[in-house]
């Protein structure tokens, strides 16, 4: 600990008697200054003990003394040294009584004990201290640094908040917490998730404190990594600020922390290496192959039911908070997940019903959220994300289901969505896909010749040759729809090969003839 004003009194040497502030003596010392003048507040920085002989004082004066003492106490200092048999006999009254009512502790240093071996006193006192701490520290370095090896990031966690007296929490990259210790303080590092996610928005190094949880306690959040973009945080919580050797054990733990960043990043890039070659045997229909390259890497990914994802984004930066989304999901889940960037594209391959492929769905509804804010509240500017989503596949069939998820991403694309499953086109209808231009160019161009002669008002064969399709060319009842005898509506589909100059014996020009009234109904 610091040299107190108590442990300064029980110096046996200094001979030092309290005269006032009897209550306040466990104050820290953080220097003992010498001064005579009339005001030293300027030259004081708070936590001194100040030391006088009066000399340019008029210590007897009460209301003098009053003000002397009053600003002292308002700069900061902590105790007030008087040296008597020099100016004073003895401590002048006024002094005194200033001292009691300010609350400030006055000690009585006696002709025998000079300033300097005070201030000797107070600078061994603080060297020690330091000593003190930075041996702590290095200790604290020691035990951290052990149990990284022996016990990775929890055993860390765990020596860190022995070592700090409180708890600690790390954080993944996308702001969930991974591990606290103790377990307790679980609860309480989720609910800083907000203050995670705004340090992650500044370029590392970066650190900020705040008021715990319901003022709790007092947290301490540093991000980790070197690069722009912080790959974790680590939040260390205590009940007051942190001494030294406190500040050497958090320091330390950055730099463990950092390492073990780091080298997880060169060995997801790595990954992401032999990713992509599983990625190409299988959909080169390889599937022994790709399992002989994963070995263990992928757990059983690639013999059970899984998802393939195709995203695709204008810019890195919402390709990578996807990534970090998608491979939170699966390490708070334990499940594997195999991610390939392409450029701007991403593939993953995940187990379908898991975490990954939710957590997908979850970050493409969030930005299909975001396109709906007006550009006044910060919406709108958005950047473009488009993401494919197959049916559940195996590794057999992952060139099929690279083909879905293509389909689906195209057709989103299409449509202004964020995320379509290549289910929902199956499940779904064919007739949202006739929105297209082209599409809706193709049917006008068929069906002009028919608008034309209608417009005329020489009959209704548009009208007609609808009803008569819908009715599969069941004459009868065709001819009912419409109300009118089915010799006239013979005619009028003769009318319609006519001008059409097509046959609807075909049966591909019946389809391209009811898709084209489709796609123009449905404007």
Known sequence: MPPTLASLVHHSALKL?????????????????VSELADPVPYMEGGELLLI??????????????KYVKRLVGAGVVGLGFAVGVNYDEIPKALVDAAEREGLPLLEVPRRTPFLAISKAVSAAIAADQYRAVTAGFAAQRELTRQALN????????????????????????????????????????????????????PAPASSVVGGPDNEDRVELHSLGTGRRPRAALAVGTASALGTAERYAVHSAIALLTLTTERSRSLHAAEQRIGA????MLLAGQPDHARGVAGDLYGGLLDAPFRMIVADAGGGEVLAGLTEAVESAAARAGEAVLLVPEGERLVVLAADGGAAVAACVEYAATREAARTVPA????????????????PSGPIAAAAAYKQA???????????????????????????????DAVKAFADGLLRALHEHDATGRGDLVASLRAWLSRHGQWDAAAADLGVHRHTLRYRMRRVEEILGRSLDDPDVRMELWLALKATSAE
Do not use: F
């Not at 409180?166 to 203050?195: F, H, I, K, M």
């Not at 006044?376 to 049916?391: D, F, N, Q, Y």
């Open 53 to 66: 002989t009066a000399l340019k004082l008029d210590a007897e004066d009460p209301e003098a003394m009053r």
């Open 277 to 280: 070659a599983v990625l190409r």
């Open 151 to 202: 016990a990775g990031p929890e055993g860390l966690l765990t020596a860190l908040a022995a070592q700090v007296d409180g708890w600690a929490a790390l954080y993944d990259a996308s702001g969930a917490v991974v591990a606290t210790a103790p377990e307790w303080a679980g609860r309480r590092a989720a609910r800083l998730t907000a203050e995670v996610e705004r340090l992650r928005e500044r």
């Open 376 to 391: 006044e509240h910060g919406g709108g500017e958005a950047e473009e994300l488009v993401v494919g989503l197959s049916a």
């Open 406 to 436: 293509e389909q689906a991403l195209s057709v989103a694309r299409r449509r202004g969505r964020v995320l379509v499953e290549h289910d929902q086109l199956a499940s779904g209808s064919v007739l949202p896909l006739l929105a297209d």
């Open 17 to 33: 008697t309290v005269r006032a502030g009897e209550d306040r003596l466990d104050v820290p010392v953080r220097w003992a200054h």
